[in-house]
């Protein structure tokens, strides 16, 4: 969406982040699940919710996705498993998948994890986004170093994953803040990223340093150009993977899938925000492939989706293209959709219902086989 979703639709406008019924069979914990071929072409939204709206208003919303073709609801609850308890029955009743979407690092507001400031990233610099956000005050990053805040993290995961009628857990914001931005959000901030620049370069917190250095015995405080040692770069692309795993085995004991929302394709994902996810235990993933925020035309869509697919070749994890609405015409929509399928994604997610026209949606609808 590697930046790319309350909240995340205000990300969008500022900077990009930005995360069923096939049957799953684990030989153990630490083997990835087998996954069925998918039977069709799924059509997935990305919807936030909240406790003021009724039942009758969720439903009526509901059954009007479902009948504009959509199959599978991605439904932010900001991981309260209450709010998710009380709404997932009104999506599955319409006829909708259900899919708990979950900030998983950045965790903007969160009154736990505010109560321990240890727990936070610390750039370059030394800026804690406790305090000194990068970009946008709610880029409130927890380290997953600290084991405590790991834990959290988990609890929250485990949390949505009770909770009966959901299909899978949905990581959002599974990565480190943007060491670079999408050059269309550049101007925005006024910014250059030519290179790694200590303000938006994380995690130098003492739990990522120590564990760091625990393994490779050097402090990545004191290295002169961190950006070219390459151990520094895989450890916190392995402390994001490993979080990402526990989080899979985690949602398999209680019979859920594990989903997440990524950057375009696994290498851009790697250089911009520290997240190599054809490499996760990781049932679905959808990319945020929002070509107008890196100044590309429509055919990219195309080209990052197949780049994804084939960087998943051997592994069960389908790809579903995440596509951002509010720029494309009714023409590029149905073009989008196309793409995504001609390069052999299994399903495309649309950012977002409330965004969206009727007349976008009567695209949709038609475009289903």
């Known amino acids: 969406?590697?930046?790319?979703?309350?909240?995340?639709?205000?990300?969008?406008?500022?900077?990009?982040?930005?995360?069923?019924?096939?049957?799953?069979?684990?030989?153990?914990?630490?083997?990835?699940?087998?996954?069925?071929?998918?039977?069709?072409?799924?059509?997935?939204?990305?919807?936030?919710?909240?406790?003021?709206?009724?039942?009758?208003?969720?439903?009526?919303?509901?059954?009007?996705?479902?009948?504009?073709?959509i199959d599978a609801v991605l439904m932010n609850t900001n991981a309260d498993?209450?709010?998710?308890?009380?709404?997932?029955?009104?999506?599955?009743?319409?006829?909708?998948?259900?899919?708990?979407?979950?900030?998983t690092t950045n965790?903007?507001?969160?009154?736990?994890?505010?109560?321990?400031?240890?727990?936070?990233?610390?750039s370059r610099s030394g800026k804690s986004c406790f305090d000194e956000r990068p970009y946008v005050n709610y880029y409130q990053w927890l380290s997953p170093s600290h084991p405590e805040a790991r834990k959290h993290i988990l609890s929250l995961v485990e949390g949505l994953?009770?909770?009966?009628?959901?299909?899978?857990?949905?990581?959002?914001?599974?990565?480190?803040?943007?060491?670079?931005?999408?050059?269309?959000?550049l101007p925005k901030y006024d910014l250059k990223q030519e290179e790694e620049l200590p303000d938006f370069d994380f995690d130098y917190s003492d739990a990522?340093?120590?564990?760091?250095?625990?393994?490779?015995?050097?402090?990545?405080?004191?290295?002169?150009?961190?950006?070219?040692?390459?151990?520094?770069?895989?450890?916190?692309?392995?402390?994001?993977?490993?979080?990402?795993?526990?989080?899979?085995?985690?949602?398999?004991?209680?019979?859920?899938?594990l989903s997440a929302a990524v950057f375009p394709y696994p290498e851009m994902a790697d250089h911009m925000v520290r997240q190599r996810w054809d490499k996760w235990n990781v049932d679905m993933v959808l990319p945020m492939i929002y070509y107008n925020f890196y100044n590309e035309e429509l055919d990219w869509?195309?080209?990052?989706?197949?780049?994804?697919?084939?960087?998943?070749?051997g592994r069960p994890t389908e790809l579903h293209t995440g596509l951002y609405t509010p720029k494309l015409s009714l023409p590029d929509l149905k073009s989008a959709i196309q793409l995504a399928k001609d390069n052999g994604a299994n399903g495309v997610a649309f950012f977002d219902d409330y965004s969206m026209s009727d007349e976008q949606f009567e695209v949709i609808k038609n475009s289903k086989e």
Request: net charge positive; aromatic share 10%.
């Open 1 to 69: 969406m590697n930046v790319l979703k309350i909240a995340f639709l205000s990300l969008l406008l500022s900077v990009v982040s930005c995360d069923k019924t096939v049957k799953t069979e684990t030989a153990s914990a630490t083997k990835t699940a087998t996954v069925e071929a998918p039977t069709k072409f799924k059509y997935w939204n990305w919807i936030t919710v909240g406790h003021k709206k009724s039942d009758s208003a969720y439903t009526a919303h509901f059954n009007k996705l479902k009948s504009n073709g």
């Open 81 to 103: 498993p209450k709010l998710l308890k009380r709404l997932a029955p009104l999506a599955n009743k319409a006829g909708l998948e259900v899919h708990a979407w979950m900030f």
């Open 107 to 122: 965790r903007p507001g969160d009154s736990i994890a505010q109560q321990h400031p240890e727990w936070y990233m610390v």
């Open 161 to 185: 994953a009770k909770v009966e009628g959901v299909a899978s857990i949905h990581l959002d914001y599974i990565r480190y803040p943007d060491i670079y931005l999408p050059i269309g959000l």
């Open 208 to 257: 990522s340093v120590e564990k760091f250095m625990a393994i490779h015995h050097k402090d990545p405080r004191k290295m002169e150009n961190p950006a070219i040692d390459i151990e520094w770069k895989n450890f916190r692309l392995n402390e994001i993977k490993s979080l990402v795993n526990e989080a899979y085995d985690l949602v398999h004991k209680h019979n859920k899938k």
């Open 301 to 313: 869509i195309g080209y990052a989706t197949k780049q994804g697919v084939d960087d998943l070749e």
